[in-house]
């Protein structure tokens, strides 16, 4: 893990300050369903392709995160204090839709990609519930946040996700019933794709806690999603799988630019 004396702040627009690699804890379920590559290589930046289920069919996993933590405190900097400034924002909830991707990849064919290219996952929308939060997303890593009515319920015996609707967008409700089997402890390592300036990044987190997988969509698992997003991506209701986290913690590192070339 990463020392304090290798950390770096950055105050964003908002007179927050966080510290890189942020450390967060949060409540997390989210779906994985089919989708039309075709349709989702319309949205993804150059360098990156749809991760092949079959031919011709990729997918996209819809997630719903309720944050506990957000940084090492809570509060706002106090001016001309930078350096004793509390680090972190007020929790919010958030709604992601990401495609997972491969970089690098020579082929196309479903599996072989896997040992082909690198594997992540591009941030396609991600409405959150806070203005500081859209700062940090995009302001840091590029992320295609935008403030929205979005609510995130961590229930008995399931999650459920709602993103009201406006003028131009219609309401999405998600509701995933936990997997039938308990969570197990898991420390594994993400990749996640966005674009900042028009330049492909490439941001690594380190996730750790107890999450539960399930396959299929299972009694009690309900998505509602906004036909205008289903069209765009090519997106088949019907979910491939599920996982839910009640108390699961993550640290992300800042961005690294990717070149064209790879």
């Given amino acids: 893990m990463t020392t304090v004396d290798e950390r770096t702040r950055r105050r964003l627009s908002t007179g927050h300050v966080v510290e890189l690699p942020l450390d967060l804890s949060f409540a997390m379920g989210g779906v994985t369903v089919p989708a039309r590559r075709k349709r989702l290589a319309t949205v993804l930046p150059r360098g990156l392709s749809s ?19 957000v940084g090492r405190e809570t509060g706002r900097a106090k001016d001309g204090a930078d350096g004793a400034a509390e680090t972190g924002l007020d929790p919010y909830d958030e709604f992601g839709v990401i495609v997972p991707v491969v970089r690098g990849s020579r082929t196309d064919l479903p ?28 302001e840091i890593w590029g992320f295609p946040k935008e403030a929205a009515d979005v609510t995130v319920t961590d229930g008995s015996d399931r999650i459920r996700v709602t993103v009201a609707g406006d003028g131009d967008r219609e309401p999405i409700r998600l509701d995933i019933s936990h997997p039938r089997f308990g969570p197990t402890e898991r420390d594994w390592t993400l990749w ?16 750790r806690g107890d999450v539960a997988f399930g396959v299929g969509s299972a009694i009690g698992t309900r998505l509602d999603a906004a036909s205008g ?16 986290g009640s108390n699961v913690r993550a640290r ?11």
Avoid: N
């Fill in 111 to 138: 599996l072989a990609q896997l040992a082909d290219g690198e594997v992540g996952g591009y941030v396609h929308w991600l409405p959150v519930t806070t203005d500081p939060s859209v700062a940090l997303g995009r």
């Fill in 252 to 262: 992300l590192f800042a961005g690294e630019l990717i070149c064209d070339d790879g």
């Fill in 229 to 244: 997003l289903a069209d765009e991506l090519g997106v088949w209701r019907r979910p491939l799988g599920r996982l839910y």
């Fill in 192 to 207: 996640s794709y966005t674009t900042k300036d028009g330049d492909l990044l490439r941001t690594k987190a380190r996730i």
């Fill in 51 to 69: 991760l092949a289920i079959a031919p011709g069919v990729g997918c996209v996993a819809l997630v719903g995160i309720q944050y506990h933590r």
